[in-house]
């Protein structure tokens, strides 16, 4: 917690009868959104077998003051043996993730400040409230802004569509069921 982000629910890969591994993801929640994810979660595993590990994420200034730190320890340290790596390149790596949504209550650019600190590679979709809201609940708040379950499965499935590990007509299936 410290840190300012922890694996609150390890995917579960038992599969089923398939030999191909399951697609997989990291879901990113913070504050109440945290439920939505874990929500997320479920629905993506029901409508199209992905895995997905859930990390609380209760402070992205934390990573990001973690990344900093790790960035210029590394530049003032260039002979050391092993580079130091970011807490949230570090939680992600332990887990082979490669597709990570990471949705806040905040505007989008507070879950963007980690991006840099992010494993190589890894394809990373932030979602959060940017604008004025125009809505009688926090439901439909988080409708129109695009933080609830069903935008956070959506956009998890796109990433997973966008490397490969889903076909595009999932997106698309995505978009009648949420």
């Not at 997989?24 to 590990?53: H, M, N, P, Q, Y």
């Not at 859930?54 to 320890?73: K, M, N, Q, T």
């Not at 790596?93 to 890894?122: C, H, M, N, W």
């Amino acid at each position: 917690i410290v840190k300012g982000m922890y694996l609150l629910k390890a995917g579960d890969a038992a599969g089923g009868k398939s030999k191909k591994p399951a697609p997989r993801a990291a879901l990113l929640g913070s504050g109440t959104i945290l439920r939505e994810a874990i929500a997320a979660a479920a629905l993506l595993e029901k409508d199209f077998g992905v895995v997905c590990d859930i990390y609380s994420c209760p402070s992205f200034v934390e990573l990001r003051r973690d990344g900093v730190d790790a960035e210029r320890w590394n530049r003032l340290n260039p002979e050391a043996r092993t580079p130091r790596k970011a807490w949230v390149a570090q939680c992600l790596e332990a887990r082979g993730t490669t597709v990570a949504v990471a949705a806040t209550d905040y505007v989008r650019a507070f879950s963007e400040q980690i991006r840099a600190y992010l494993p190589k590679g890894t394809h990373y979709t932030a979602l959060g409230t940017d604008g004025f809201g125009r809505s009688d609940s926090r439901a439909n708040l988080r409708r129109f802004f695009e933080v609830d379950r069903h935008q956070i499965a959506h956009a998890t499935v796109a990433a997973l569509a966008e490397e490969g590990q889903l076909m595009k007509a999932h997106v698309s299936k995505a978009m009648q069921l949420y």
